[in-house]
């Protein structure tokens, strides 16, 4: 018997009260253990890391309004809501390069939804008589946060459809308390790109032109976002099967599947996405299919395993385990919802051969097919309580870290 409106209807102001408490209690925690605790600086869990912390050298990132909300990327995100990819201040490449006259800014390596949205809501915001970098601040959490809430809620509906609300309850509150679920009420761009992505997996059945709209914009968010178009296509090829002709709706929605293709080529071949590529090589040492920077970085994660370097033991455990868990849980999912896995596990080779190892913990928010998996593996109390224990553990303490300006993915 299919669930009445009243049980939907509940089931979602259950996901939005659960999605609440978490909002309340994860800053409220990062307030509080920023009040209770100190550390040692400076960080070394990464060769690179020791000179970075701290947001004193950072003065966009050193306003004290929920200040343990910004850290590492949040500097890009805050600078480009409030002055654009070529503030003055911005910190830019050594040197000039065959795009531009002067050294590009960095702010050319992240892409403009997010943070314009930051300056677009950052209007009204401005009533409150904030600073601007506290008005851009609370802009970022408030769309971080809005961009989950509708990512949760479409997560449990398409997973209440396909395997029932028990397991999708689980799902959203792995999610949730996943070890860097924090970086979706952060300003950085996971919320609202989990937002996007699992809206557009979503509405694939039920609103195809709503789909591609949210991957279309999920494209000029995300790099990774073009990848949605895989699910996108996977779906098209579906319903050509069940209605075994090309009809003229299957047409015209073949026609709109090419959208997010078409902005991220105009992206890709604009100036800002050539300076994007060109900041991502030349700084952050990252590019597409970099296979042999990529081997050789994984290579000395690996090593750091045994090393002297306890952090950084710790910190590549987890990036490793991660990267077993994303790959795993594709491939678990891979009969059941091809199109889906297939994305998933796209964006774990896209992520983990660029050319450097970090990070990968937090790209897995955006990987539908794991928290698939261990909301079924938690059909198993014992693996609920132990699941929930370890990600908990670890999320405390990713958060902290990130309050504190410590390298946390």
């Known amino acids: 018997m299919p669930p009445t409106n009243s049980a939907i209807n509940r089931f979602a102001r259950q996901i939005v009260g659960l999605w609440l408490v978490w909002l309340l209690v994860l800053w409220g925690y990062q307030a509080a253990v920023t009040a209770r605790y100190q550390v040692q600086r400076p960080d070394s869990a990464l060769f690179w890391t020791a000179a970075s912390t701290g947001n004193a050298q950072r003065p966009i990132l050193s306003d004290p309004f929920m200040n343990a909300q910004v850290a590492w990327d949040s500097e890009f995100y805050l600078s480009l809501a409030l002055y654009g990819y070529d503030d003055p201040e911005a910190r830019r490449l050594p040197q000039p390069g065959l795009l531009s006259s002067k050294p590009l800014a960095l702010n050319y390596a992240f892409y403009p939804v997010y943070p314009y949205l930051m300056r677009l809501l950052s209007y009204p915001l401005g ?34 459809q396909n395997q029932g609300q028990a397991q999708a309850f689980r799902a959203v509150a792995y999610l949730l308390s996943f070890p860097t679920g924090f970086f979706l ?45 895989i699910p996108l296509g996977w779906a098209w090829i579906g319903a050509v099967r069940r209605q075994r002709e090309l009809s003229q709706q299957l047409m015209l929605q073949a026609v709109a599947l090419l959208l997010p293709v078409f902005v991220h080529l105009v992206w890709r071949f604009s100036f800002w996405g050539k300076a994007f590529q060109a900041v991502q090589q030349q700084f ?106 370890i990600s908990i553990l670890l999320l405390a303490m990713f958060s902290a870290l990130f309050s504190f300006n410590f390298w946390a993915g």
């Not at 904030?130 to 961009?147: D, E, M, Q, R, Y």
């Not at 994303?326 to 998933?344: A, D, E, M, N, V």
């Not at 794991?370 to 593996?377: D, E, G, I």
């Open 284 to 389: 952050f040492n990252c590019g597409l299919f970099n296979l042999r920077a990529a081997a050789s970085v994984w290579n000395a994660g690996f090593l750091s395993l045994s090393g002297d370097n306890a952090a950084a033991a710790v910190y590549y455990a987890i990036e490793l385990s991660a990267i077993a868990l994303g790959i795993f849980s594709c491939l678990l999912t891979l009969r059941r919802y091809p199109g889906i896995s297939i994305y998933g596990l796209l964006m774990i080779l896209v992520s983990i051969t660029c050319g450097t190892a970090w990070s990968f913990s937090r790209y897995l928010l955006a990987v539908p097919s794991v928290f698939l998996v261990l909301s079924h593996w938690g059909d198993s109390p014992l693996f609920d309580r132990v699941w929930s224990l």
């Open 127 to 160: 009533i409150l008589g904030f600073t601007p970098i506290a008005t851009a601040t609370l802009a970022g959490l408030v769309i971080s946060a809005l961009g989950t809430l509708a990512g949760i809620l479409a997560l449990a509906s398409w997973v209440e």
């Open 185 to 229: 009420a952060q300003v950085y761009t996971e919320g609202l790109y989990v937002g996007l992505s699992f809206g557009c997996l979503a509405l694939l059945r039920r609103h195809w032109g709503w789909a591609v709209l949210l991957a279309t914009v999920a494209t000029l968010t995300r790099a990774v976002g073009i990848l949605l178009i």
